[in-house]
């Protein structure tokens, strides 16, 4: 009998220990954002008025990358940005060992997710991208105890859920839990499902999210725009 694993689903995790001015900065334009997410009607109202007409739920609507010389923390935002695109090519080659790594044309959008006690993330995955790079710039304070001894119940675990279907024995358990620390960097492909669990510490948690698009090799070159008539 020959086994072999197909398709696997290639989940990155690494400490990654900023500077702490960047670090600190980064917090601080990510919260900023956070306090301005009301005003996506008068920022975005084309992008506003689909959601709302479609009943989507979106949190952000911005790419910090791409605003990065509007913020007095742009410093920070650029060293994020070179060490994000750094972490997803070294992905790509341990993950796929596609060996050519260095010369794929990649494109990314850049946002935040703060959330305060009794806050969470619900189940969704990441729309029009390739892989998804989340690092956790703070945890908090005075995190409590989880309220049991089931991993996936801890206080905000990560939750990433199998995005096979749902077969019986022994797949049954089809969520696995990663607990967020300070500096910790997870990377997965976009189309795996994943949740928290309710953050109930103290202060804030923040991440920063990078979505990875790979643009070359592949057919999206071959693509054109094609006009309204």
Request: one cysteine or more; proline letters at 7%.
């Amino acid at each position: 009998m020959e086994i072999r694993y197909l398709w696997p689903t290639p989940v990155a995790q690494k400490m990654v220990f900023l500077d702490e001015p960047v670090r600190r900065d980064l917090i601080s334009v990510l919260l900023r954002k956070d306090a301005e997410r009301h005003k996506i009607g008068i920022t975005s109202p084309e992008f506003e008025a689909f959601m709302t007409s479609k009943r989507f739920y979106a949190s952000s609507h911005y790419n910090l990358f791409a605003e990065a010389d509007t913020h007095p923390e742009h410093a920070a935002i650029k060293t994020f940005e070179w060490l994000a695109y750094g972490l997803f090519r070294d992905y790509l080659h341990r993950a796929f060992d596609i060996g050519n790594e260095q010369t794929v044309e990649v494109a990314g959008r850049c946002f935040g997710n703060v959330q305060a006690s009794g806050d969470r993330t619900f189940p969704h995955y990441h729309q029009s991208c390739d892989a998804v790079l989340v690092h956790y710039l703070d945890v908090g304070d005075g995190e409590p105890e989880p309220p049991s001894t089931t991993a996936r119940r801890g206080t905000h675990a990560l939750l990433l859920l199998d995005p096979r279907g749902a077969p019986n024995f022994p797949w049954w358990e089809k969520v696995s839990s990663i607990t967020p620390h300070r500096g910790l960097t997870i990377i997965h492909p976009a189309h795996v499902w994943h949740e928290t669990n309710v953050w109930r510490g103290e202060g804030s948690r923040v991440c920063i999210v990078v979505n990875f698009q790979v643009l070359k090799p592949g057919y999206l070159d071959l693509h054109r725009r094609i006009p309204a008539p």
